[in-house]
Nanobody, 127 residues
Framework: EVQLVESGGGLVQAGGSLRLSCAASGFPFEYYAIGWFRQAPGKEREGVSC????????YYADSVKGRFTISSDNAKNTVYLQMNSLKPEDTAVYYCAAILASYSDTYYFSTSAYDYWGQGTQVTVSS
């Protein structure tokens, strides 16, 4: 059974930090890229960051560059998203998802291209 389980969300003040985790199982992790997406109330789901488990390449949305860092522990089949200098506009439900790494990286921020999704974890940043 394929599973992606997010954890680490919570309530934090602006300027604070959180680290999200995405634990994957049930598929060959080394052949997939793992992306983080977020969805705020009334808004579309948007790509935040992605890492390819095969080559370690990382990708970031402009809105989080320099503040968020994605990393992967292939031995644990887990991807992390370290979020620093959080802003109220970062408030959203954060999801991790898996896409075959053989896809062009132009698809890495496309929600429709992903095969598997987690259930999401809430991140709330207070001002």
């Amino acid at each position: 059974e394929v599973q992606l389980v997010e954890s680490g969300g919570g309530l934090v003040q602006a300027g604070g930090s959180l680290r999200l985790s995405c634990a994957a199982s049930g598929f060959p992790f080394e052949y997939y890229a793992i992306g983080w997406f977020r969805q705020a109330p009334g808004k579309e789901r948007e790509g935040v960051s992605c890492i390819s488990s095969s080559d370690g390449n990382t990708y970031y949305a402009d809105s989080v560059k320099g503040r968020f860092t994605i990393s992967s522990d292939n031995a644990k089949n887990t991807v992390y998203l370290q979020m620093n200098s959080l802003k109220p506009e970062d408030t959203a439900v954060y999801y991790c998802a898996a896409i075959l790494a053989s896809y062009s990286d132009t698809y890495y921020f496309s929600t429709s291209a992903y095969d598997y999704w987690g259930q999401g974890t809430q991140v709330t940043v207070s001002s």
